[in-house]
């Protein structure tokens, strides 16, 4: 299995641009997660999708941040427009079902940089 | 969501036992203890997780207090491999949010 892949790696940008960051589940996950990982707030959970239907985004910071799961091999995170303090590390991760049994699998990440 | 604390960080042998601790006093009946660690400039990895009993895995074992208000990760032999941030997690049955602390840098010397 690929595992969960995500594109880009690396993201380099102005202030103000759009940003879109992808996510590839593992094939016959249903839940997918996207994390935000700082130096100062540490890895938080932004958003989540079971069934590709959105469950919680009561992590996303701001209107900036939007996502979507159009169907259940791809999701997407946008920031528009991007800002300085939205650099971090962006993991997106999978899971098959909901509960505390199931453990997550995460992507590699995508490093962004918003100068 | 029950809070965990778990010392800022750790140093091991290689090729000797270490013992990750965690505390969790708040913890409820139905909460499962979750590890995950981070090795450098990768994403969380499941390490493993329990509910009373101890378990055994093949990357660790997971030490459950009696009373649930503690546990300990341990690595029996760690390797240089094993330096990696490890975070200990509670989530309830029905949980599918994973609450990430500060977790335990761990740092294995040769």
């Known amino acids: 299995d690929a595992g969960v892949i995500q594109s880009p790696r690396h993201e380099v940008t102005e202030m103000g641009q759009e940003v879109t960051l992808r996510c590839k589940p593992i094939?016959?996950?249903?839940?997918l997660f996207w994390y935000r990982q700082t130096m100062m707030r540490g890895l938080e959970l932004l958003i989540y999708?079971?069934?590709?239907?959105?469950?919680?985004d009561s992590g996303m910071p701001e209107d900036r941040f939007s996502a979507k799961m159009p169907n259940a091999s791809f999701s997407t995170l946008k920031i528009q427009p991007s800002e300085p303090r939205d650099s971090a590390v962006y993991f997106c991760?999978?899971?098959?079902?909901?509960?505390?049994?199931?453990?997550?699998?995460f992507g590699p990440g995508t490093r962004l940089l918003v100068l | 969501d029950a809070k965990t604390t778990q010392p800022n960080s750790m140093e091991s042998n290689e090729e000797e036992p270490v013992h990750l601790p965690c505390n969790h006093s708040?913890?409820?009946?139905?909460?499962?203890i979750h590890w995950y660690r981070q090795l450098p400039s990768q994403g969380p990895e499941y390490v493993i997780h329990?509910?009373?009993s101890n378990v055994n895995n093949r990357m660790a074992s997971l030490a459950i207090a009696e009373d649930r208000k503690s546990s300990t990760l341990i690595l029996h032999r760690a390797t240089l491999r094993d330096a990696a941030v490890y975070y200990c997690i509670l989530r309830p049955e029905y949980g599918n949010k994973l609450v990430f602390g500060a977790g335990t840098i761990l740092r294995v010397k040769s």
């Open positions: 999708f079971n069934n590709n239907v959105p469950i919680d």
């Open positions: 708040t913890i409820s009946g139905t909460d499962y």
């Open positions: 329990g509910l009373t």
């Open positions: 094939s016959g996950h249903n839940s």
């Open positions: 991760a999978s899971s098959l079902g909901r509960q505390s049994l199931v453990s997550q699998y």
